[in-house]
């Protein structure tokens, strides 16, 4: 299954890229508009993942079945987030503070999705998170959260053993046109 992914700052639809091992962003003229679909939506909030400084407000207000990552670093901050009730908010470990920071944001909710940025290996600024992407996933299964969103950097995606995938939950979401789409996904997104 192959769902829509669009990412915005400032009020205007952007392209999210990685360059200089970095995330950034192709400027757009277009307005902010998610698309009405069943389907799931995957929103990417560029002001939030670039600058800390999210920006829920230009999404429609309680949309079904959309998942926003508006870049969160600091763990209490979810709750906001939460509040402004514009989707399922993603709990990206690209700039936690380890394990420690992903307990005070799960303190404050349970049902988030965890997202990993992977470029041939988990791209974060803790080490807690830059392991193995298996033993990443081993680590957080074994902590109770299910719910993974991979954003694949590059266009490849990570091997995965199929015993580690059946217990969790996994989409996928390309930043680049998919290469390949792998067996152990329930879902991909693809960026407009």
Excluded at 124 to 141: G, P
Aim: charged content about 20%; hydrophobic content about 40%; glycine content about 6%.
């Amino acid at each position: 299954m192959t769902w829509t992914a669009i990412a915005y700052n400032l009020g205007k639809r952007v392209k999210p890229i990685w360059e200089a091992n970095a995330l950034n962003f192709m400027q757009s003229n277009t307005n902010l508009s998610v698309p009405e679909t069943d389907n799931p939506t995957l929103v990417m909030d560029m002001g939030g993942v670039l600058r800390n400084r999210p920006d829920p407000f230009p999404l429609p207000l309680n949309p079904d079945k959309t998942y926003v990552d508006f870049g969160l670093i600091w763990g209490e901050d979810i709750i906001d987030l939460i509040m402004s009730d514009r989707g399922r908010v993603i709990l990206p470990l690209r700039k936690l503070e380890g394990f420690e920071e992903l307990d005070a944001a799960l303190a404050y909710a349970e049902d988030v999705t965890i997202g990993i940025d992977w470029s041939q290996v988990v791209e974060a600024s803790h080490s807690d998170f830059s392991i193995d992407i298996v033993k990443l996933l081993q680590t957080l299964h074994r902590r109770g959260q299910t719910d993974i969103l991979i954003y694949s950097l590059t266009g490849e995606c990570p091997y995965i053993p199929a015993g580690t995938a059946v217990n969790l939950d996994i989409k996928l979401a390309y930043l680049t046109k998919a290469k390949q789409i792998p067996n152990w996904e329930k879902g991909v997104f693809v960026f407009e």
